[in-house]
Structure formats: C-alpha cells, structure tokens
C-alpha cells in the first residue's frame, strides 16, 4: 500500500510507484503540477518556482510596464502556456463546426528538408500558423476542424463510432498555402515525467527498437533524429507526437517561439517568414527577449514535476487487462519499465525505475492516423509511441477523455481502434476480445 513521506510516493508496490522516486499519490485536479520538492536543493527552490510562474504567466505586449513578462508574438497563438496545456495536462480539439483551436495548433512544411534535416517551412506561413496577431501585425488565419464520421462492427458485433478530422483554413492574410503544402493536427501534450524521459539513456532506447525487430511482429519502431540546438548536431529525438524535439529545454525553447512568438537564446530570431512585412517591421522587443536563466528555470521546474501513481492495481479487472495487455502486443511499444540512466543536468533523476509506457521510438501507424508530414526521420504515417503513465487521470484533470496526436479519440476504445500498421497485430487481438477482456484492457489503461 502507498503512502505519502513528503511529496513523495513511499513504500509503494513497484509498478504503482510509476516515476519512480518522482511520483506523487495526488489524484485530484492538480495532480498534473505536483512538484517533487524533496528532491529539489535548498539552492534550485527559487529556480522552481520562478520556473513555475513562467509556464503560468500569461505573457503581454510589449512595450509593457510589466517588461519581465512582455515579448508576447508579433504573431502567436495563445498567450501563455498553460491555456494549452490546462493544470499541466492535454489539449482538445474543437468539437462543433466553426470552433477555434484552443488548445492545439496546425504545423505546416513544403516537401524537403531544412538545412539541419527538419521539415522546410511553408514559403508564406513557416512551420506552425499563428492565429493572432499583436496590435498592427495580421494573424496568420484560421484552421477548422470538420469532423467525418465512421462506424467500426467488431469481430462480436458491436459497432463504434469514429471520427476522422478534415482540416480547412480560413482568412489566410498572406494568401493561399503553397500547393505542395503539408499541414499536421497536433493537440497540446502533457508536461509531467519529461526529465525522467530525458534521462533514459540512449543505447536502451535503441536496444528496444532491435528487440522488436527481432520479435517479428511486425513491430519495428525507429529513434527519430532532429537537430539540437545546444549541442549543433543530430541526436535522438525524444518530445512532441512525433519524438521531433530532442530535450525539455530545447522543446521549451521551441514552444516559446512556435506558440507564442518569444525569443530565446536558442532560438534569437523572431517568427517571421519573409512575406509577412508587418510582423518583421515590429521593432518594440530586443532580441532574445528571454536569456538562458529563464529558460534553464523553466526547464527544471518540468524536470521537477511528479508523474501520478497508478490507482486499483489490485482490482482484479485491472489486474486482467494488465496480463492482456502484454499478450495481445501492447508492450511491444508501450513498454512498461524503462530505467533512467547518469543524468548530470540534474543526477536525481538517474537511477529510477520507471513505467512510462512508452519506447519513446516512432512507428508506422496505417494510412489512417497518417499526416503525410515528415518531421526528422519519422516519416508521414510514424507517430511516436505515447507515455501512457498519467492518462487515467485526464477525464477529471482535464474534462475531456480525447486521445491520439489529433484529439479525434473520445477515449481509450476509440484510441486503440485507430491502431494500424506496426500495431495491427495488437489490434486485431484486441478486437477479438471478448467484450468483458476488451473492457479490462480498458480499466488497467484506466488505472495508470
Ligand atoms: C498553442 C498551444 C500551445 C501552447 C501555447 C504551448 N504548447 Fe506545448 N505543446 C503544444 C502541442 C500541440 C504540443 C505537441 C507538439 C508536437 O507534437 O509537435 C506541445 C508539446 C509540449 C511539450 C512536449 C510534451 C511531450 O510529451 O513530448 C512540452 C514540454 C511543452 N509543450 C511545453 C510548453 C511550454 C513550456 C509552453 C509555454 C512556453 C507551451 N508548451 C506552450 C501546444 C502548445
Ligand atoms: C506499434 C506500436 C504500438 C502498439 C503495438 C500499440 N500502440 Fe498504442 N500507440 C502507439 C502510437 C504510436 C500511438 C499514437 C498514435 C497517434 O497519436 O496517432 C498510440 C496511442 C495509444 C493510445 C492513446 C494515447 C494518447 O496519449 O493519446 C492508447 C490508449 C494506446 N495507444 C493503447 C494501446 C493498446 C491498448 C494497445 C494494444 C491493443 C496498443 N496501444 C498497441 C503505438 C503502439
């Protein structure tokens, strides 16, 4: 049974205990924000917290008589992070014709590769649109979702509804999108357990990827390669749906900048691609508006967050779904201990035995979660395999129980019915189930 010593988790059966020493017992609404402060030095507390109220803040115009706060676009697409990324957690897609995108964004290339191997921006637009605009720069436009409905009979009979996103775009203020243009629905992701993720070490990641070549089910992820900034070279890709920023910090960095228009001292130069005249004529920032400390704050405070213990581990439905979900292939990708290696950014986070429920690899998905857009290597139809750790908990943190890169799963069912290519196999399992083991795939999914 687990209790709590501190912030931390105690004395837990090993799989509840799901981030390892980073773990917390909270299972209400903040959940998502639990900050491990046992493991943060006396001397980081306010490096933690300062980190803290930037994710929070909600960032203005400048000129501003609040400058520490200030650098909001010339164009952006919310104003801070947390309108995302709520309580720490996941972004939704719109639901009715017309809504805007409050909490996800479009990424946009033509074919070719950047001079570092990343997708080649859209001539008029870059790499994400920018809905707004501050005062005398145009917001790029709008993207709508139109949903298109499906039904799926399973193997038993019973048949259940999906829905596929269409996406269109709408007052385009630099003219129509290159014909060639690709664009990809992403919802925002959640912000906990990423420094354990960042410390997974690499050679462990790839030893995966062989072990499921050599298992022969048809499953054969592969370690996306993007550019670091920092460091000027290729490595692993580790963050966003298609593993296509390789740390917290750089992610961060990227965030800032794609989401809100925000210079940082990895990304100096501000988000305007040259056919956008008013957003490169905005002179009121100096550039980078933020500096390395900022960006160092904001990036311990996610390497501080707490991944949620799991719940119910006993219940013997969970107990099923556990044992299925491991023969019908879930495993294979969604791999349930990982254990982080030397982590010198911060050595807390080495050494833990973690059950993230991912490979952190990307794989080929089916035609039908495909976005026909190459980000590094992965290509058009491979999405990195998600963490699962925390997901239980969506519905009560978030208020929604939308899943998958696009939000067009409205729960775990529709979520695993979208599975195709790599995991074919584990889906027709799946499918086979008899509904009562199809259910108690669900409620260990549910315990995590
Ligand atoms: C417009 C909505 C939006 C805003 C604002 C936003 N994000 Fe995100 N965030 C996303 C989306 C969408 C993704 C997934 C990106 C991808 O796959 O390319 C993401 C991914 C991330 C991830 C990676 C999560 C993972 O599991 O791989 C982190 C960390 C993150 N955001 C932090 C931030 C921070 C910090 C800010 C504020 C500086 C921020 N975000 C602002 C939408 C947003
Ligand atoms: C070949 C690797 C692979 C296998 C096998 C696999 N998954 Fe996945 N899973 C993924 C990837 C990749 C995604 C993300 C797809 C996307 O967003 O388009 C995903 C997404 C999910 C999600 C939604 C997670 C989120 O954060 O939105 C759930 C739930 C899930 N899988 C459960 C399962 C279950 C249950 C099984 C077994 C029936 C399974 N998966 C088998 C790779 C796999």
Known sequence: MCTLGGSVAQACATDEKAGGEFTTLRQDRASYEEIVWDKVADSQQSAVTAGRGFVRQTWVVSPS???????????????????????????????????????????????????????????????????FGVPGVPGEGEARIEWVSLNKTLPDGEIVALRQPKVTFHKLAHGPLDNSAMSSLRVASVMYGLGLLEAVPEKDIQAIADEQRREGRGVAGTANRVWDVAKQSSVLGRFGWKANQPTVRQQIAAALLGDMGITTPLFPKPNCPPAQTACIAQKADTHPELNNETLDQMALYHYMLAVPARRDVDALAVKHGEKLFTEIGCSSCHRSSLTTGDFPALPALAGQLIHPYTDLLVHDMGEGLADGRPDGIASGRQWRTPPLWGTGLLEKINEHTTLLHDGRARGPLEAILWHDGEAEDARTHFENLSRADREAVISFLRSL
Do not use: F, W
């Open 65 to 131: 008589l609040t400058p520490d706060v200030a650098g909001l676009g010339p164009t952006y697409n919310r104003p801070s992070c947390i309108s995302c990324h709520p309580h720490n957690g996941r972004g939704k897609p719109p639901e009715v014709q017309g809504e805007p995108m409050r909490s996800m964004l479009v990424r946009l290339s033509v074919p070719g590769l950047d001079n570092v191997g990343g997708p080649r921006h859209e001539p008029a637009y870059g790499d994400q649109l920018n809905e």
